[in-house]
T-cell receptor
Framework: KAGVTQTPRYLIKTRGQQVTLSCSPISGHRSVSWYQQTPGQGLQFLFEYFSETQRNKGNFPGRFSGRQFSNSRSEMNVSTLELGDSALYLC????????????FGQGTRLTVV | GENVEQHPSTLSVQEGDSAVIKCTYSDSASNYFPWYKQELGKRPQLIIDIRSNVGEKKDQRIAVTLNKTAKHFSLHITETQPEDSAVYFCAASRPSNLFFGTGTRLTVIP
């Protein structure tokens, strides 16, 4: 069974640009969550999608948005990039999202210059 | 929302000794508590989890304890080995949200 796949693995963008990250969950998993990982801040929850609906959202500005497609693949978009958005963005998939194991992708390393 | 605090942020132990990492959470509605291990440059991977109806769970050298009344849970690693060196994250879950602690960097000294 293929694991969670994130593309691209690395991105370099300039301030003010926008970026779209992609996450393909494990087959059969309907929940996809996104996290931002920075040194010293750990993993911070961005949002969670289940069956194409955003079920939960963390405390991030509206520049961070996402969506989920009918095949459970998810995309995350960040508009008007800031230097502070540089981070490793991880997505995780799980069967239902509720109290079940979350499987992480390798992450997308975003650098904003 | 949920707030998870994790201590210590760094921990060094001699090979063969035990390591203990502690976490507290704020939301009494949280009912699932996983622990993830992240090796350098790799993705976080689940090593053990516990649900709120259980006080303790063990898997070989790893154990987790949960005190719901005090809202804290701990990871215990016995007979540590160099390959246990990694960053460990605790998390508390309200349904469909995982809130993570800030991580503990464990170094096992051979």
């Amino acid at each position: 069974k293929a694991g969670v796949t994130q593309t691209p693995r690395y991105l370099i963008k300039t301030r003010g640009q926008q970026v779209t990250l992609s996450c393909s969950p494990i087959s059969g998993h309907r929940s996809v969550s996104w996290y931002q990982q920075t040194p010293g801040q750990g993993l911070q929850f961005l949002f969670e999608y289940f069956s194409e609906t955003q079920r939960n959202k963390g405390n991030f500005p509206g520049r961070f948005s996402g969506r989920q497609f009918s095949n459970s693949r998810s995309e995350m978009n960040v508009s008007t990039l800031e230097l502070g958005d540089s981070a490793l963005y991880l997505c995780a998939s799980s069967l239902q999202g509720e109290n079940t194991e979350a499987f992480f992708g390798q992450g997308t390393r975003l650098t904003v210059v | 929302g949920e707030n998870v605090e994790q201590h210590p942020s760094t921990l060094s132990v001699q090979e063969g000794d035990s390591a203990v990492i502690k976490c507290t959470y704020s939301d009494s509605a949280s009912n699932y508590f996983p622990w993830y291990k992240q090796e350098l440059g790799k993705r976080p991977q689940l090593i053990i989890d516990i649900r709120s109806n259980v006080g303790e769970k063990k898997d070989q050298r790893i154990a987790v304890t949960l005190n719901k009344t005090a809202k804290h849970f701990s990871l215990h690693i016995t007979e540590t080995q160099p390959e246990d060196s990694a960053v460990y994250f605790c998390a508390a879950s309200r349904p469909s949200n995982l809130f993570f602690g800030t991580g503990t960097r464990l170094t096992v000294i051979p």
